[in-house]
């Protein structure tokens, strides 16, 4: 424990990690609420398209990444609420295409520019100034965002034609979700990796589905989850030089199978006392 | 002279395979209680949708009190009514009490979250309304699918709308239940001048509390008030030659009197 605080690596690493965790336990509480980790995939694949554009257009990475997840969710979530395409295909069509187009253009670029096994499974451990006081002005603007707009995006979940009968701007709060989302999957791919960023927006929620009841206590759950989960798999990667990404999903993972396991308990012993 | 609650005129709501809604004109006052019948596909939804603005109409238009529904007004006009949609079993469980869905019905629960939440006592009256205080705060998803109706009820009650548009409420109630809601619906129309529009399949079921029927199948065929008989060729214009309506009691809105079997 001691050698983890005493590593310079895992100390700046720390307040990234944090970030990332509050903001994608944060939204994840609204991606399960309007189900949307079939957008969070899609989107976490159009990254490598937007690193792909910043890399042949000597562009900021993580900015342009950013502004290419924003504009993909924008575009997809409607195009899947209003009409009615079939999410799977949306997604694969997202899936495939903008892989395919980050990796034609990631390939024609100097190839020490960009770190692919990093980007495909995260490496929180090496984070640039620029790269920080990125992350921190996207956490900023997300959480301000989710603060503002949560009770919306909840009543939304719940009846959304009752919230636009009572006159509640249901477009522009979904949009608004849509574009958070894309930005908070663009700062969990820093941390997890296009391949794992997904485990980050639905675990800690899930976890936390089980066991609060309303919005308020749900987000705390999820919160508590999430930093709890991030700091012992940052540990655990430390200690077993395991890739830092996967361990903190994997350590969700485990958190999720304890807390399902423990509502059913819970439950089980509820309804023998009632029965007795 | 106060304007009508609600006034829609000559609304037209067109699709690439035909009308939606023909030159549909209504006009609601305070404390007025109006069914909506038709078969299905009639329109019926739609034309709710339109008067809850998430609809826009092709032509014709909108009011509230006077004032013509357009974007600059929605927002404000639209925290007078609310609307009871059809109830669906294929929406997110979301862990809720009874108690939390309830306060969504509120005007400013739609607040930031580092404001506080809205005080408990509207919440109470409109679960003492529905006679559930008893499970305010039983978790939602583990009620029946009555209760369920009955909460979201309440949810549309709870900010004390001036108009409130309920999409087939008695949905999964049983006759007990229905009849209690629409008792309820007629005593807030009676005492605190609430005016309803509510779409139902079974005429017979809420003749008694109605005070006028809108017979709707993409246009209003026949708007009968109560004591008046709908007649045959408007039920057979909507429903088909076969149709055969029969009178259940003395006031019955469009029925056939001394038809009864």
Redesign the interface.
């Known amino acids: 424990m001691s050698g983890f605080f005493a590593s310079e690596v895992m100390r700046s690493a720390l307040l990234p990690a944090i970030l990332i965790a509050v903001t994608a336990s944060s939204i994840s509480v609204m991606v399960l609420a309007h189900r949307l980790s079939f957008l969070t995939v899609g989107v976490s694949h159009a990254t490598l398209a937007g690193l792909g554009l910043a890399v042949t257009f000597s562009l900021p990475l993580l900015p342009t990444a950013s502004a290419t997840a924003v504009a993909v969710a924008l575009l997809l979530a409607p195009m899947l609420w209003k009409r009615g395409l079939n999410e799977d295909a949306a997604t694969g069509v997202l899936f495939a295409g903008a892989m395919a187009l980050g990796i034609v253009l990631i390939s024609r670029a100097n190839r020490y520019e960009v770190d692919l096994f990093g980007l495909l499974f995260g490496n929180i451990l090496i984070v640039s100034d620029a790269d920080r006081h990125w992350l921190i002005l996207a956490a900023g603007i997300i959480m301000l965002c989710f603060l503002w707009g949560a009770r919306g995006w909840w009543s939304i979940a719940f009846d959304a034609p009752a919230a636009a009968a009572s006159g509640l701007p249901v477009t522009f709060y979904r949009m608004l979700l849509y574009a958070v989302t894309g930005l908070t999957v663009v700062m969990c791919v820093k941390l997890a990796g296009i391949v794992l960023t997904t485990g980050l927006l639905v675990l800690p929620a899930a976890c936390a589905w089980f066991w609060g009841k309303g919005l308020g206590w749900l987000w705390l759950l999820s919160l508590l989850f999430s930093v709890t989960g991030t700091l012992i798999g940052l540990m655990i990667s430390y200690a077993e030089d395991w890739p830092s990404g996967a361990t903190v999903v994997l350590t969700l993972c485990m958190m999720f199978l304890i807390s399902w396991g423990g509502a059913q308990l819970v439950q089980n012993r509820t309804s023998r006392n009632h029965s007795t | 002279m106060t304007s009508p609650v609600l006034e829609v005129s000559h609304v037209c709501i067109d699709s690439p395979t035909g009308l939606i809604l023909d030159d549909i004109n209504l006009t609601v006052e305070a404390g007025h209680f109006m069914g909506i019948i038709g078969p299905n596909g009639a329109g019926k939804s739609t034309l709710l ?1 339109v008067i ?3 609809t826009s109409a092709d032509r014709g238009t909108v009011s509230m009190s006077g004032e013509v529904l357009q974007r600059g007004n ?6 007078n ?5 059809q109830m669906h079993d294929d ?2 469980r ?4 009874v108690r ?2 309830v306060g ?2 509120l ?1 400013d ?6 404001r506080r939440p809205a005080k408990g006592g509207e919440i109470m009256k409109a679960l003492e309304l529905l006679d559930m205080t008893d499970i305010a705060d039983r ?1 939602f998803r583990l009620l029946s699918g009555g209760q369920k109706q009955r909460v ?1 009820i309440a ?2 009650l709870v ?1 004390s709308p001036r108009l409130l ?1 309920l999409d087939e409420p008695s949905a999964a109630l049983d006759t007990q239940a229905q009849d209690r809601l629409y008792h309820l619906l007629r005593r807030l129309c009676d005492e605190n001048g609430v005016a309803i529009i509510m779409v139902e399949h079974d005429i017979a079921a809420i003749t008694s509390y109605v005070d006028s029927v809108a017979c709707l199948n993409k246009r209003i065929h026949h708007h009968a008030i109560r004591g008046e008989r709908i007649p045959e060729h408007i039920w057979q214009a909507m429903y088909g030659s076969h149709t055969h309506i029969v009178a259940h009691d003395a006031n019955c809105i469009g029925c056939i009197q001394g038809k009864a079997p």
């Open positions: 949708s809850a603005g998430m929605r927002q404000r006009l639209l925290k009514i609310n609307l009871l949609s929406g997110p979301l862990p809720l009490t939390q869905i969504m019905g005007a629960y739609v607040s930031p979250l580092w978790d979201r949810r549309a900010s548009l």
